[in-house]
């Protein structure tokens, strides 16, 4: 019961110094309790004026008091700790530095919890409970807390900024309005504030509208990435199969064709060591007969002779022709070029079938905007840094500006010969070739330009057609004229309507076929659009009658 009676009034055994819990708590001659350090700090902050005064009640007192301890005081605050009594804030509602600190605590100070837009003073819980429970601070204005209040504060007047000047579009205080802005418009800063919230409340409704839109887009995308790993599992698992299949069928072809070669080999070998065998049983009789006869021949008497010769046998006939005519060892050459025919014939089909595969292969079509849709912005996404190539410039044209600004001039150029080099024509292409998805701008100065690009093998030497940007079929072309546009491409030359402007911006789409001209001012539009399909890598290009530069966009 007394301890849910002290916890209401817990600020009773609060420091009013440090706002913690009382620690060695002592009294000063006006009867106010502090820690005993907290007072002694603060009266040490006081020596040079030899006056000590009470913090709460502001008393003074010389010479500096004696501080004694209150007893009574201590003895309760221990049995407070002892119930478990939390009198000071957690660390963590003291002001830390990057925290917007109560004006009104001493000494350690506390976050503060709002601002008052009329006090101009920023307020921890316990300091702004007089906004909430005095009826004259209910107009006050508290926001959260602001390091900043003192930036309402006019530093001419010294009054609280609460106008708005349109005219000068700053904020002003009521003196500013009837002096150095006089005769301005200005409203207040609520009306103003109003308006522009309102304004505000617009650009996020389509902020969000866009989010919006875009995580559908990224939702769609991820489908997209899904179904493309999905496909491509699935291919890679079918072919893996088929693969597997086809090593299956080529190792039983293989086992077949050397059971079968070992087979005939077995046959044929044992055929010919018959007839070997045979052969060397025959040389064997041979040989036996030829030692009788050799013998025989050897007898010396006549009659011994006669007597023996008639009971030696005589030769048969050979069973073998007497020469055996083989063919050259090429046995099994049949089936060396029957399988090698096997390998040719398969490797035309994978070849084949490989560059059937790779022409099949199509850039994925993520669902990017739709280029009529597509803002600058939207662009800029995919803008390239370009710079001409001196080598192909003709030698009318002065390239500058980090040979990004190709003029006219009348004094033809020193430039050494190149193959590369645009010999008559007045034109020049650049370094980068243009690949995927590029955009890039050019500025018109002085007479017209021609916005261009080109594959590299256009020739170069010569006035033929062949030579000149949109003339032939290697190039497009965007003549930009100070008041119309043509569009040009293998010597078709197509009128186009649209705003003038010196500023013109190209889009190529490389895989798609794309190319894209816009006219570019504080909007945007488009001039001509080609479908087509490119066969090699792009240059940009300019047919130069004044000046033309590319903008560096990034």
Not at 60 to 85: D, H, I, Q, Y
Not at 270 to 287: D, G, N, P
Not at 460 to 485: P, Q, T, V
Not at 532 to 543: C, N, V
Request: with cysteine.
């Amino acid at each position: 019961m007394a301890q849910k009676g002290v916890q209401l009034d817990r600020e009773t055994f609060s420091c009013p110094i440090c706002l913690d819990l009382l620690k060695d708590p002592v009294a000063t001659p006006c009867g106010h309790s502090y820690c005993k350090n907290c007072i002694k700090d603060h009266w040490d902050t006081e020596d040079e004026r030899r006056i000590h005064s009470c913090p709460q009640c502001r008393k003074s007192f010389t010479p500096r008091p004696e501080l004694l301890k209150n007893t009574m005081l201590a003895a309760l605050v221990e049995e407070l700790k002892k119930t478990g009594l939390q009198a000071a804030p957690a660390d963590h509602c003291y002001a830390g530095p990057e925290d917007v600190a109560c004006d009104v605590c001493t000494g350690r100070k506390l976050r503060a919890l709002k601002s008052c837009l009329v006090c101009l003073v920023s307020y921890c819980e316990k300091h702004l409970q007089p906004h909430f429970d005095i009826p004259a601070y209910e107009k006050h204005k508290l926001v959260e807390p602001s390091k900043k209040l003192q930036e309402n504060i006019c530093s001419r007047h010294d009054e609280v900024m609460k106008m708005f000047c349109r005219t000068d579009q700053q904020c002003i205080c009521y003196l500013c309005s009837v002096e150095e802005h006089k005769g301005h418009d200005t409203v207040s800063a609520a009306a103003e504030r109003t308006e522009r919230q309102r304004e505000l409340e617009g650009s996020r409704q389509n902020i969000q509208q866009r989010i919006q839109d875009r995580e559908e887009d990224v939702k769609v995308l991820q489908q997209e990435v899904e179904a493309i790993n999905g496909s491509a599992d699935e291919a890679v698992e079918h072919s893996e199969k088929i693969f597997t299949e086809l090593i299956r069928l080529m190792e039983k072809r293989r086992s077949d064709v050397k059971q079968q070669v070992r087979s005939q080999q077995e046959t044929e070998v044992s055929r010919v060591k018959e007839l070997q065998e045979k052969l060397e049983q025959e040389i064997t009789e041979l040989k036996r007969k030829d030692a009788e006869l050799k013998k025989l021949s050897h007898t010396e008497d006549h009659n011994q002779f006669l007597h023996n010769y008639p009971s030696l046998s005589a030769l048969s006939e050979s069973t073998h022709s007497s020469s055996i005519n083989l063919c050259p060892l090429k046995y099994f050459e049949d089936v060396t070029a029957a399988v090698s025919e096997v390998r040719d014939k398969l490797q035309d089909v994978l070849r084949e079938t490989w560059t059937n595969i790779s022409l099949t292969e199509t850039e994925v079509n993520v669902l990017l905007p739709q280029t009529e849709n597509m803002t600058r912005a939207d662009f800029l996404r995919y803008s390239c840094d370009i710079t001409l190539d001196p080598n192909t410039a003709n030698t009318s044209l002065l390239l500058s500006e980090g040979n990004r600004k190709a003029t006219l001039v009348l004094k033809q150029r020193s430039y050494s010969d190149h193959p590369d080099r645009f010999t008559e024509w007045e034109q020049v292409l650049s370094r980068e070739s243009l690949t995927g998805r590029c955009y890039w701008e050019v500025v018109r100065r002085g007479r017209d330009v021609g916005v261009a690009v080109a594959y590299k093998n256009i020739s170069r030497a010569g006035s033929s057609h062949e030579c000149g940007f949109g003339f032939n079929d290697k190039s497009w072309l965007l003549d930009c004229d100070i008041d119309s546009y043509t569009f040009h491409h293998n010597n078709v030359k197509t009128p186009v309507s649209g705003p003038e402007s010196s500023r013109v911006g190209v889009y190529l789409d490389h895989s798609a076929g794309i190319l894209s001209f816009y006219s570019v001012s504080e909007t945007i539009t488009l001039l001509h659009r080609v479908q087509t399909t490119f066969t090699q890598p792009l240059y940009a290009g300019l047919l130069v009658y004044g000046t033309g530069e590319f903008c560096k966009l990034k």
